[in-house]
């Protein structure tokens, strides 16, 4: 497959993509959580929110800030440990308005995020990819000079299914595979300390045999989160075992 150039990587030192092709995984919470490992490292990081259409990651950082902008291109909102974030959802004056948009704009739109924003010198930019295969996800895999694609899965098996769509796209726009995580594996009771597999065994041993990729662990079904992201606090966020798992796994792509 012959592909496009790719834009400039303008100075930033790494550029990785967060999806999974699966709606409703968690994976924009680990996006976010991803770069606040980062950021916590002193690294400096920025989230630029791909899901035109289902933006969330400002809100879960408490963002309401118009990014505003000149001729030398727009500034991204920056939350409280530093990191720049650029979603649509900045851009509406009201976050509840839906954006109805067909392809060729929702790909206009995930362009101009990454080439129009003083990023400036990133060391980490973590991109949060949509559901599916569609517009945005190939306009990212196409254009922008990823250097991995970190794949997240849940313990179910329609979504090792769809996330294997995922992979293969990748595959196919020859965009190196960084890992699988996978988000709400068991919920941990808070008075007796046992491990409650909601969603049933885990599906991901298989998942990872037909990938060949690196498995950086699985991230347990916490309540905490929910309500720290729902306040826009999810950078008060501090189980240990998530971060463990996150920055051990960002320390071997670095």
């Not at 930033?12 to 999806?19: E, L, N, P």
Request: proline fraction near 7%.
């Amino acid at each position: 497959m012959t592909l496009p150039p790719k834009s400039d990587r303008k100075q930033i030192k790494k550029i990785y993509a967060v999806g999974s092709g699966k709606g409703g995984v968690g994976k924009s919470s680990v996006t976010s959580l991803l770069a606040v490992a980062a950021a916590r490292e002193g690294k400096k990081t920025g989230i630029m929110d791909a899901d035109i259409t289902g933006p969330s990651i400002p809100a879960f950082f408490g963002l309401s800030t118009f990014p505003f902008g000149n001729a030398d291109g727009i500034d991204p909102p920056k939350t409280k440990l530093g990191i720049k974030v650029i979603s649509m959802n900045l851009l509406l004056d009201d976050p509840a308005k839906p954006v109805v948009w067909r392809g060729p704009l929702l790909g206009n739109a995930v362009t101009r995020f990454f080439t129009e924003v003083k990023w400036d010198d990133l060391d980490v930019l973590f991109i949060d990819l949509p559901p599916g295969t569609g517009d945005a996800v190939l306009t990212v895999m196409q254009t922008i000079p990823l250097d991995g694609f970190l794949l997240v899965t849940s313990p179910q098996e329609i979504a090792s299914l769809v996330v294997r769509k995922a992979a293969k796209m990748a595959e196919m726009l020859s965009i190196p595979l960084m890992g699988v995580v996978e988000n709400m594996s068991a919920f941990v009771c808070p008075d007796c300390g046992k491990r409650v597999e909601l969603f049933g065994k885990s599906h991901s041993p298989a998942l990872l045999e037909h990938l060949g990729t690196s498995f950086w662990g699985s991230l347990p079904l916490d309540p905490s989160l929910a309500e720290m992201a729902d306040s826009g606090a999810i950078e008060n966020y501090h189980n240990e075992e998530v971060f463990s798992v996150l920055t051990k796994g960002l320390h071997g792509n670095m």
